[in-house]
């Protein structure tokens, strides 16, 4: 039984980042690639993958479609919470003032934290809600493509 589990819970993990790679995110899983990516110069954003029930589920179609906007992050990257824990804990380790939240957003600037969008926020909305929420903190950071 155990082992049918692992299996299965292997394929999630695999579909989930499947997902969020096939949309334009670059997977980071060291905390040296985190550290590199999240000082480039520019706006990041930073998706907190999670096979976290139903928000996760939310979180990535959101983090497909909020990107096709006139407006967006020059970068796109994830850590996948739960799996690359040294990759997910330096990730946050920029995210000040916010506690860890799975699935979520973390859009910075120049290394430095601009807005968060928590799993609160995301949990019980649909997707398209999310994607307005993302889209309304491009329009405040991001610069018009």
């Known amino acids: 039984m155990s082992m049918d589990f692992n299996l299965f819970m292997n394929d999630i993990v695999k579909q989930a980042r499947q997902e969020i790679v096939?949309?334009?995110?670059?997977?980071?899983?060291?905390?040296d690639e985190?550290?590199?990516?999240?000082?480039?110069?520019?706006t990041t954003l930073v998706m907190i993958n999670s096979v976290c029930g139903c928000a996760g589920?939310?979180?990535?179609?959101?983090?497909?479609?909020?990107?096709?906007?006139?407006?967006?992050?020059?970068?796109?990257?994830?850590?996948?919470?739960?799996?690359?824990?040294?990759?997910?804990?330096?990730?946050?380790?920029?995210?000040?003032?916010?506690?860890?939240?799975?699935?979520?957003?973390?859009?910075?600037?120049d290394g430095k934290i601009c807005s968060m969008v928590e799993r609160h926020q995301i949990e019980?909305?649909?997707?398209?809600?999310?994607?307005?929420?993302?889209?309304q903190e491009f329009d405040k950071f991001c610069e018009e493509i």
């Not at 096939?22 to 905390?31: I, R």
């Not at 985190?34 to 520019?42: F, P, S």
């Not at 096709?68 to 804990?89: I, S």
């Open 34 to 42: 985190v550290g590199e990516a999240l000082t480039q110069k520019g």
């Open 124 to 135: 019980g909305y649909d997707p398209a809600t999310v994607v307005a929420k993302l889209q």
């Open 22 to 31: 096939s949309a334009g995110y670059k997977e980071l899983k060291s905390s």
């Open 57 to 109: 589920g939310i979180a990535r179609p959101a983090a497909a479609y909020a990107v096709h906007y006139d407006k967006r992050p020059d970068h796109l990257v994830t850590v996948f919470a739960g799996q690359d824990k040294e990759a997910t804990e330096k990730a946050r380790s920029y995210f000040t003032g916010f506690p860890p939240s799975s699935p979520s957003f973390a859009l910075l600037k």
